[in-house]
């Protein structure tokens, strides 16, 4: 439990990003310090190696002149003592064998001679350098490098030193400052991402307020996503369009329900009516025998309402797994059509078929959807009137189509036929085998294959619906 609070997934968008701003801070401060450090440090070292190589140029320039060079080198050397500078810099003169020939005073007592890097052989070469920490804070740069004297081929040592403890402690205290200003910097910035993620999340608590107050009652509110930044209008048109289908999916239940109440009302006021007038008095057997064969009906009827809604509910949960195969279309549309051929001829409707194809979808349930169809047909189709059921193979799909020469259906119920227990008045309305379920499981059919329904049809001139089953699974 505490691992999971600790896991960044439960914290509040809030505080991710607070985290996430305060990181990127940190690393910028981090980068721009890391910077303004290297640059400071790197130019006043560049400055004091420039300013200890220009000594030992000079000395290598009076070396080399061919007269007065000891007593141009001394001045040099008591120059640099006698105007206060000899704190900062120090200078040596090594004849052979490391002997000391001259040097600024004090010099050897702090820089002994062995503290100097070696040399590079050539006097023409660039001085070698390092650094020395002395303690109690003294910090030196150092050089070394030979010089010609004069035109012949005697060579000796300089060694320069310069004092950087000054330098050093300014840089230190240049560091500090800017770990201090780091640490200022990440405090503040939490502070202030904490500050703004608050503010820029407002609008998703307003969004909270709004969907607490939205209830089963109250399914008319709605969101303006003009209100909202831009980053939520997309939710809020969403959200918006969510309530519009809860709204009408519980407007379709709560019709559903009355529907189904009614339907399964009127087979029950029917048993019980005839039960009540069969108990008024005494019957004869053959009443009595009437009696039960007319509740066998409405048992039959109960029986298969119930059957649909069943069906109805386990395609709508996803409960029913469709059993593919690949199988001849028109041999299980003509062993459909054999079934509603006593009926057609007891109406004196006319049944063909035509068209081929084979179809990969499940066989029950493709006859289940057909045998539908054909019901509704022969129900609606009057004396005389004529039912064609087509098979069209068009590549990728294949169109199972019923055309009949009823009635027809007003344009104005074509979009709610395939609501459960809707019937469009006056022409299709209470007849005595239907349950208003047929188009609804159909459709719930073509949905379970990956289909769709279509229905076409014009007042006195006949209705079409159209099976569109995807050719391959």
């Known amino acids: 439990m505490t691992r999971d609070l600790l896991s960044p997934r439960s914290w509040s968008i809030a505080g991710r990003l607070t985290v996430l701003y305060t990181a990127l801070v ?42 007065g060079s000891r007593i141009s080198l001394a001045q040099e050397v008591q120059w640099e003592q006698t105007t206060g500078r000899s704190g900062n810099f120090y200078k040596r003169v090594l004849g052979a064998g490391g002997r000391v020939l001259m040097q600024t005073v004090h010099m050897g007592m702090l820089l002994p001679p062995g503290v100097f890097p070696q040399p590079p052989a050539s006097p023409d070469s660039a001085p070698s350098h390092r650094y020395l920490f002395a303690g109690h804070g003294r910090v030196y740069l150092l050089m070394s490098a030979r010089a010609q004297v004069g035109r012949g081929p005697r060579v000796v040592g300089l060694q320069a030193a310069l004092d950087v403890s000054r330098e050093e402690a300014f840089i230190a205290n240049y560091r500090d400052r800017l770990l201090m200003v780091l640490v200022s910097g990440i405090v503040l910035s939490a502070a202030a991402g904490y500050a703004v993620a608050r503010r820029g999340l407002r609008p998703l608590d307003r969004i909270t307020g709004t969907v607490e107050h939205i209830t089963a009652s109250r399914l008319h509110a709605r969101m303006e996503p003009a209100r909202w ?110 079934y509603h051929d006593a009926v057609a001829q007891e109406q004196g409707v006319e049944l063909d078929c035509q068209g081929q194809a084979t179809l990969d979808a499940d066989p029950v349930l493709f006859r289940r959807a057909v045998s539908n169809l054909l019901s509704n047909a022969l129900q609606y189709t009057p004396r005389g009137g004529r039912v064609e059921a087509r098979l069209s193979d068009l590549g990728r799909t294949v169109v199972v189509s019923v ?5 027809g259906i007003e344009a104005r119920h074509l979009p709610h036929l395939f609501q459960r227990f809707y019937r469009a008045d006056p022409a299709r309305s209470n007849h005595p085998d239907g349950t208003g379920l047929g188009l609804a499981i159909v459709k719930s059919i073509m949905a379970l294959h990956g289909g769709e329904v279509r229905i076409e049809s014009e007042p006195g001139r006949g209705t079409l619906v159209s099976l569109d089953f995807p050719s391959s699974a």
């Open 26 to 67: 940190f690393v910028m401060l981090v980068l721009a310090m890391l910077f303004l450090f290297w640059s400071l440090k790197s130019n006043l070292e560049k400055e004091d190696h420039e300013s200890l190589g220009d000594e030992i140029a000079v000395l290598r320039l009076i070396l080399k002149e061919p007269r």
């Open 403 to 407: 055309r009949d020469s009823g009635c």
């Open 229 to 338: 930044p831009r980053e939520l209008r997309a939710l809020a048109r969403a959200f918006n369009d969510m309530l519009d289908r809860l709204g009408d999916s519980f407007a379709r239940l709560a019709q559903f329900s009355a529907d189904l109440a009614h339907e399964l009302r009127t087979p029950v006021n029917n048993l019980m009516g005839e039960a009540e007038v069969a108990l008024g008095r005494a019957r004869t057997a053959e009443e009595y025998r009437q009696v039960l064969e007319s509740g066998l009906e409405e048992y039959a009827r109960l029986a298969r309402t119930i059957d649909s809604l069943l069906f109805l509910a386990r395609a709508d949960n996803a409960e029913m797994h469709l059993r593919r195969s690949r199988f001849d279309a028109r041999r299980e549309l003509d062993a459909v059509i054999e």
